[in-house]
């Protein structure tokens, strides 16, 4: 049996293999499947396996991660934090440092008062950078949320529920714990062109919930398959939910 990535079609390489979390990661796409098989160190080519099936190995608590299970409760917590985000906050505060500038100029500054600038101009001035102040608004609420945000994912009293904070954002959600079926990972991939016209991809981790044949996503945005895969193995093991196929899940081909 040859494997091969589902996203691009490459085989496998050994170095794809990561036997003890049971998933592949494709070094051509970056795409995460799981393995169907106890493949061995000493398999000479991963291409070419001989398969049977593995129940998959825990996954460690990944960085920004931390876990509470008392058995009655479960909570798992991720901080936002990481520290790209330190670069997005020196560029946010020259970002907004500009137009608070500019508008100092337009209002208190030589433009300003009765001798500056007529008001038909200073009005064109004032309207001018809007859309950067909309950037500017936006990059800085990013910002402070990614320094300052964790998503708590808390199962009690029957309901599991997801919330971001402490700056408001969007995924808040409530689900039934007992109308949960299935509880599996997706992975997307993202493309981007640059301006020099080549593509890159990145590949992003979503965790969903299955009620009624629908899918709730849970988080969404991790940036390495064992985030996701953590988060799936605690909440299954804590609600006692077999692990089962699910369409579009990371599974292997």
Same mark, same amino acid.
């Given at each position: 049996?040859?494997?091969?990535?589902?996203?691009?079609?490459?085989?496998?390489?050994?170095?794809?293999?990561? *036997?003890?979390?049971?998933?592949?990661?494709?070094?051509?796409?970056?795409?995460?499947?799981?393995?169907?098989?106890?493949?061995?160190?000493?398999?000479?080519?991963?291409?070419?396996?001989?398969?049977?099936?593995? @129940?998959?190995?825990?996954?460690?608590?990944? #960085?920004?991660?931390?876990?509470? #299970?008392?058995?009655?409760?479960?909570?798992?917590?991720?901080?936002?934090?990481?520290?790209?985000?330190?670069?997005?906050?020196?560029?946010?505060?020259?970002?907004?440092?500009? *137009?608070?500038?500019?508008?100092?100029?337009?209002?208190?500054?030589?433009?300003?008062?009765? #001798?500056?600038?007529?008001?038909?101009?200073?009005?064109?001035?004032?309207?001018? @950078?809007?859309?950067?102040?909309?950037?500017?608004?936006?990059?800085?609420?990013?910002? *402070?949320?990614?320094? *300052?945000?964790?998503?708590?994912?808390?199962?009690?009293?029957?309901?599991?529920?997801?919330?971001?904070?402490?700056? @408001?954002?969007?995924?808040?959600?409530?689900?039934?714990?007992?109308?949960?079926?299935?509880?599996?990972?997706?992975?997307?991939?993202?493309?981007?062109?640059? #301006?020099?016209?080549?593509?890159?991809?990145?590949?992003?981790?979503?965790?969903?919930?299955?009620?009624?044949?629908?899918?709730?996503?849970?988080?969404?945005?991790?940036?390495?398959?064992?985030?996701?895969?953590?988060?799936?193995?605690?909440?299954?093991?804590?609600?006692?939910?077999?692990?089962?196929?699910? @369409?579009?899940?990371?599974?292997?081909?």
């Amino acid at each position: 049996m040859q494997l091969t990535c589902g996203q691009c079609g490459a085989p496998f390489r050994a170095a794809d293999l990561h *036997l003890d979390r049971g998933i592949a990661v494709c070094s051509a796409c970056g795409g995460v499947q799981r393995l169907p098989v106890p493949i061995t160190s000493d398999t000479p080519n991963a291409s070419e396996t001989t398969v049977k099936q593995k @129940p998959q190995g825990d996954v460690p608590v990944p #960085d920004r991660f931390t876990v509470e #299970d008392n058995g009655q409760e479960l909570i798992i917590r991720q901080r936002w934090f990481h520290w790209a985000l330190l670069f997005l906050l020196f560029f946010a505060i020259a970002w907004d440092s500009f *137009l608070v500038g500019w508008y100092w100029m337009l209002t208190s500054g030589p433009f300003g008062g009765n #001798d500056g600038m007529p008001g038909p101009f200073k009005l064109v001035f004032f309207v001018f @950078p809007i859309a950067h102040v909309a950037v500017g608004v936006g990059l800085t609420y990013f910002v *402070l949320a990614g320094l *300052l945000n964790s998503t708590v994912i808390r199962v009690a009293d029957g309901i599991l529920s997801v919330r971001h904070g402490p700056i @408001p954002w969007c995924g808040n959600l409530d689900l039934p714990t007992d109308e949960i079926e299935q509880i599996y990972c997706q992975n997307k991939l993202h493309k981007s062109r640059n #301006d020099d016209g080549h593509t890159t991809t990145s590949m992003q981790y979503e965790v969903h919930a299955v009620i009624s044949g629908q899918k709730n996503k849970l988080v969404g945005g991790l940036h390495e398959a064992d985030q996701a895969l953590f988060v799936e193995q605690r909440l299954e093991r804590f609600l006692n939910i077999e692990d089962r196929p699910v @369409p579009g899940e990371m599974t292997a081909t």
